[in-house]
């Protein structure tokens, strides 16, 4: 997919792949940088009411504006919630 960089200049280059079903992989997370594995099905993620915006600002002046995905306490958000909704618009391509 397409690269993303974050404010600090940081690249991803996010990848789309399919693993086969989830309960037979094995995630062994890094603790200093992941607290909880958690998962979203498409449908959840496509309900409008489980999507919000979060906007940001610079000083005392807007800055922009992030897509968030919302599931209970769990959200998405950041740079992870921006490859999302590229993905998204991929596979479900708003009408």
Request: proline residues 9%; aromatic residues 8%; charged residues 20%.
């Amino acid at each position: 997919m397409k690269p993303l960089r974050d404010m600090s200049g940081m690249m991803i280059a996010p990848v789309l792949a399919n693993l086969g079903p989830l309960e037979e992989l094995a995630f062994k997370p890094n603790p200093e940088e992941v607290e909880e594995i958690f998962t979203l099905s498409l449908s959840h993620l496509c309900t409008p009411q489980n999507r919000g915006y979060t906007h940001f600002r610079t000083g005392d002046k807007y800055g922009y504006t992030m897509p968030v995905f919302r599931n209970g306490r769990h959200r998405v958000w950041g740079l992870t919630a921006v490859a999302l909704d590229h993905t998204l618009k991929l596979l479900v391509p708003p009408q």
